[in-house]
């Protein structure tokens, strides 16, 4: 478990501003319980996006996966070492269920990154970096 | 309550209440009413209204006030900054605001106060608009995933057409500030999504720009290089009034485009795109029945409808990529500091440690292959001028609803490509479902084409009333 003083550790986040990191109290609001019929890209903005991402993986494989049985199936390797990586990330230690979701974060971003790779590149396609001279693109 | 019926008690305040800019600016300058009591009313409603729907971050009364006397002052003296001047708006909460707390929607960054104003905000107040209240958001605008419509610092936005549903996100306050006529428009920000589906889900207009179009410069970074600042608000002449505001070049933003914009010329007859209906399977069929018959009023008054496809892309997954890579970047801080477990959300608590695995050839390729879907979208803006749809797959969903299940669709035909490839679009209401909530059609353009898609949506609502509806929790 974090200490108090990791738990005050400021971040390079706050920009431009004059202010610190607040502290959060409201830990038993964050525990609510939830349901894990499908699974969901973890990186979602909008509305949209959510739908699009829970969206994005089969109910069969979705519905495999519970926290009473978290070793149930066993993803292919390489799909494993990424999910391992992703559980290696944080410093903090993570609950069963924060584990789960994690696993099937890890393993939908997984599957989006096989479905763009499936986009053949040539080799002379440049990147579509925005960050060029008077902001032109 | 039927959509549309007021308390004709308040006639008087909810016409002005849900007046248009064009409209307050006119009374403006004829006298009938003044800076100083819009503002009073706009806090007012902000305070009672707005606090019931959990769309307010920070209210600012006494700078408001402040800003609204000098502005009629201004006026008095024969000085008029435009079609803004006195107008009242609000913000979203992840744009800076000097010396007022700007805490991106979650408890972490609480104390956080900015030492200057964002650059959006910085113009509407040069063009004399009067800045009310920063507005509640989704904790980070939603970059860490969320599970439920509670992922916010103010709790769950609650729709003004059913509080029981949920506004949509993240500009989930500025949906609700401009659907409950708390103020004349709101800004927002959209990475994916997050414009369009409050403005749908709430009932109002709402604009995405061009990607460079707004200067990001003082607005939370979700996503460099998918992140885009637009206004919410009652019609599509207001998002234009407004965009001509905040648009244009700005030292602090590489990104930014060059010239300021102005609306321009449409064509007579718009070339709207429409797509196979297969596109729209899993959709709320009512969402797909008024975003049809929109386009064919449109086709009435002798529009062009054009059948046209997307290119066969994975939009979804090359923008999902980006946005991971980019996002788990910019809050490195937060999981390397195990702070990520104090947001909010269950699934925020670990939705960035995914992405932070993202191996720099996936990233460097996604940019790759968004060339390659600009190239074809662009191409197929050679053919028509806007792409017409329904905003948004279904009307909002239900406050405490699984939004990792709630319409949860394989793919998002229109706003992944515009996302990825930095496409305006405008969301208007097109009518309302069996429940009385709100839905939206969306025309969206190519790069730079922003103008397009405010002439369809003003043509559109030229011819339809749905967009001066007011909800039941008006007052």
């Not at chain 1, 292919?76 to 994690?102: G, H, K, N």
């Amino acid at each position: 478990m974090k200490t108090r003083e990791a738990e005050k550790k400021s971040t390079s986040l706050e920009g431009n501003t004059e202010g610190r990191i607040g502290h959060i109290d409201a830990e038993s609001e964050m525990n609510r319980s939830a349901s894990f019929d499908r699974r969901a890209l973890m990186l979602r903005v909008g509305g949209a996006a959510a739908a699009t991402a829970a969206g994005m993986l089969p109910a069969a494989l979705a519905a495999d996966e519970s926290p009473s049985s978290p070793s149930k199936q066993r993803a292919p390797a390489p799909t494993e070492a990424f999910i391992d990586a992703a559980l290696a990330v944080s410093p903090a230690e993570l609950s069963p269920e924060q584990r789960l979701d994690v696993r099937n974060g890890a393993r939908e971003l997984h599957k989006a990154l096989a479905d763009a790779r499936k986009v053949d590149l040539a080799y002379g396609v440049e990147p579509a970096f925005v960050f060029l001279p008077e902001g032109r693109r | 309550v039927s959509p549309g019926t007021q308390d004709s008690s308040k006639g008087k305040e909810n016409d002005l209440a849900f007046a248009s800019v064009a409209e307050l600016s006119g009374a403006l300058s004829a006298g009938k009413t003044s800076s100083v009591e819009l503002t009073k009313l706009c806090l007012t409603r902000l305070d009672t209204i707005g606090r019931k729907l959990n769309a307010v971050a920070t209210l600012m009364s006494e700078s408001a006030l402040e800003e609204a006397a000098r502005a009629d002052a201004e006026r008095a003296a024969g000085k008029t900054r435009g079609p803004l001047h006195g107008i009242p708006f609000a913000a979203k909460d992840l744009l800076d605001t000097k010396g007022v707390v700007t805490a991106w929607g979650s408890p972490l960054f609480a104390g956080r106060i900015p030492a200057a104003d964002a650059t959006a905000v910085a113009r509407l107040r040069e063009a004399g608009a009067i800045l009310t209240a920063k507005l509640a958001m989704v904790e980070l605008a939603g970059g860490a995933g969320y599970r439920f419509a509670s992922a916010s610092a103010q709790g769950p936005g609650r729709n003004p057409w059913n509080p029981d549903h949920w506004t949509g996100g993240s500009s989930s306050g500025s949906g609700a500030a401009a659907g409950a006529g708390l103020v004349p428009f709101a800004l927002g920000s959209e990475t994916w999504g997050s414009i369009v589906c409050p403005s749908s889900y709430c009932g109002v207009s709402g604009l995405r720009p061009t990607y460079g179009r707004v200067s990001r410069h003082g607005a939370m970074a979700l996503c460099p290089t998918l992140d885009k600042i637009g206004p919410l608000a009652r019609s599509a002449e207001d998002l234009g009034l407004v965009l001509s505001a905040i648009a244009g070049p700005d030292p602090s933003d590489a990104s930014a485009l060059p010239g300021a914009w102005q609306p321009g010329p449409s064509p007579a007859r718009l070339r709207i795109g429409i797509l196979p209906q297969k596109t729209w399977d899993g959709y709320q069929p009512e969402a797909t029945d008024l975003a049809e018959k929109a386009v064919a009023a449109l086709a009435n008054r002798g529009h062009l409808l054009v059948p046209v496809t997307l290119p066969d892309f994975p939009f979804d997954a090359v923008l999902l990529t980006i946005l991971g890579s980019e996002a788990a970047a910019l809050f490195e801080p937060l999981v390397r500091s195990g702070q990520h477990l104090k947001l909010i959300d269950p699934l925020s608590k670990t939705g960035l440690l995914p992405s932070m695995t993202i191996p720099a050839a996936d990233y460097i390729n996604a940019q790759r292959r968004r060339s390659v879907a600009i190239r074809e979208m662009a191409e197929l803006f050679t053919r028509v001028d806007v792409v017409a749809g329904p905003s948004f797959p279904s009307s909002a969903s239900p406050i405490e609803a699984n939004l990792e299940t709630w319409f949860a669709l394989p793919k998002d035909p229109l706003g992944a490509p515009g996302n990825l490839c930095g496409l305006p679009a405008v969301s208007v209401p097109c009518g309302f479902d069996n429940g009385a909530l709100p839905l939206g059609v969306t025309f969206m353009g190519p790069a730079g084409g922003e103008a397009a898609c405010l002439a369809a949506a003003a043509a559109y609502q030229r011819d339809t009333e749905w967009h001066r509806k007011r909800p039941p929790v008006a007052g």
